[in-house]
């Protein structure tokens, strides 16, 4: 085994101390890791390139983030989600087991589609193809197994259903499933999705959120519920 491996693996194992990230950004050239204090990564997640994770974020055991990743403030990630590729999270999004976010895919165009055959046999290259990056606004809720595809952005607020593949844009606070995903349905009708996307409440600050929690426990019936963008503190 060499050297890599086992400095990848323990830290890997020990769930990315605070301790490991100067070691591992010093010692592996293509890897930048900007992880918040606070986060919370557990045993077994694998980090690899440049990796940024926001405060109070948490990732469950398993998750592999290999790319430019950036994971959004309070985002969770349950086990065994893997981000490959440029991919952006926003804040407060909770992302179920299993879910993949595959920024880049494998060429077709050449008589092998297979990465190793390149590299190790032809002593080669087969870069890889995309769409453009992942953009996964805040507010978002990802089902368990749902796929999604190189080139999409999801709104803020927006549900992905449970093994959806998504291979086009998502609107914000729009309900999708299926495959390929398509709309079928709203969070909110157009008023308090209007007053929401003003608001950006994922933008506020943890003090602000507690001192508003009678807005956050109620049920948004209309857009009266939902208060101005500029009314109250702005921290």
């Known amino acids: 085994m060499s050297l890599d491996t086992i400095i990848e693996r323990s830290a890997s194992a020990l769930g990315y101390p605070s301790a490991t990230h100067g070691l591992l ?31 109070y974020a948490r990732l469950s055991r398993g998750c592999i983030l290999d790319g430019d990743v950036s994971i959004g403030r309070r985002t969770n990630l349950e086990p065994d989600c893997d981000l490959v590729g440029e991919v952006e999270i926003g804040n407060f999004c909770a992302i179920a087991r299993e879910s993949t976010f595959q920024q880049t895919n494998h060429r ?47 709104g803020d607020g927006a549900v992905v259903g449970a093994g959806a593949v998504v291979t086009k844009d998502v609107e914000p606070y729009a309900i999708v499933g299926g495959v390929p995903a398509e709309r079928i349905g709203w969070r909110f009708p157009p008023e308090i999705r209007s007053r929401l996307l003003e608001l950006e409440w994922w933008e506020w600050s943890d003090r602000r959120i507690r001192e508003n929690r009678a807005f956050f426990e109620r049920s948004l019936g209309g857009s009266e519920d939902v208060p101005l963008a500029r009314s109250g503190p702005t921290n």
């Open 25 to 55: 950004n010093q010692y592996f050239d293509s890897t930048e890791l900007e992880i918040a204090s606070s986060a919370r990564i557990s045993i077994g997640c694998l980090l690899r390139r440049r990796v940024d994770i926001g405060p």
């Open 108 to 154: 077709i165009d050449r008589p092998s589609m297979q990465i190793r055959l390149y590299e190790e046999v032809l002593d080669s290259e087969l870069p890889p193809t995309a769409d453009g990056p992942i953009s996964v606004g805040s507010d978002v809720w990802v089902g368990t197994g749902a796929t999604i595809l190189s080139g999409v952005t999801i």
